[in-house]
């Protein structure tokens, strides 16, 4: 039985989503750079602001704002299926065979499609404080230094942290008016 959603007016949502058997696939740009580029694409067809993200090599968090957020499922919808997309291509591309195989796998084993990159759904919480949502930035931003990949939250590059301390917005920009 899937977990019920709340679409409140003006709540920031944290969101989970994993890649199918958590599979290590964010490990170089060339695989995490169209994740973001496809972010800051549905962040404006789908009206909302980024408030923070890390991208984990076998997962990723979001905290986004929409504007309209009964659009929450839509753009999640969206997003995975058009970033399975690109990164399918961009394992042919690479003749990542190991990539390739374990997606269409993924996509046996589920019967659903031919490949398939990410875990169905999406896991989402509504953030109703400040106290809250900085609680998840910071847990977000201290993921990689509890995951070992880093020593320190602004040596990973695949954060929002580095938009924060570090004012660096080279790979996407992030909404810092609710400060």
Do not use: C
């Amino acid at each position: 039985m899937p977990i019920p959603r709340f679409h409140i007016q003006g709540h920031v949502y944290y969101v989970t989503t994993n890649v199918y058997r958590r599979l290590r696939l964010f490990t170089r740009p060339s695989l995490v750079l169209p994740l973001l580029d496809s972010l800051n694409f549905y962040r404006h067809r789908y009206t909302f602001k980024l408030l923070g993200y890390v991208i984990m090599p076998d997962h990723l968090h979001l905290l986004v704002w929409p504007q309209d957020p009964e659009q929450m499922g839509a753009f999640m919808r969206d997003f995975k299926k058009f970033t399975a997309v690109r990164l399918i291509r961009q394992a042919e591309v690479e003749k990542d065979h190991k990539l390739l195989t374990a997606f269409e796998a993924a996509g046996s084993e589920t019967g659903r499609s031919e490949r398939k990159v990410w875990q169905d759904s999406y896991w989402d919480l509504n953030i109703y404080t400040e106290r809250f949502l900085r609680q998840k930035l910071n847990y977000m931003h201290r993921n990689p230094v509890r995951g070992r990949i880093v020593e320190h939250p602004e040596a990973y590059p695949y954060s929002s942290y580095r938009n924060y301390v570090l004012g660096d917005e080279a790979l996407i920009e992030i909404d810092r008016g609710w400060l």
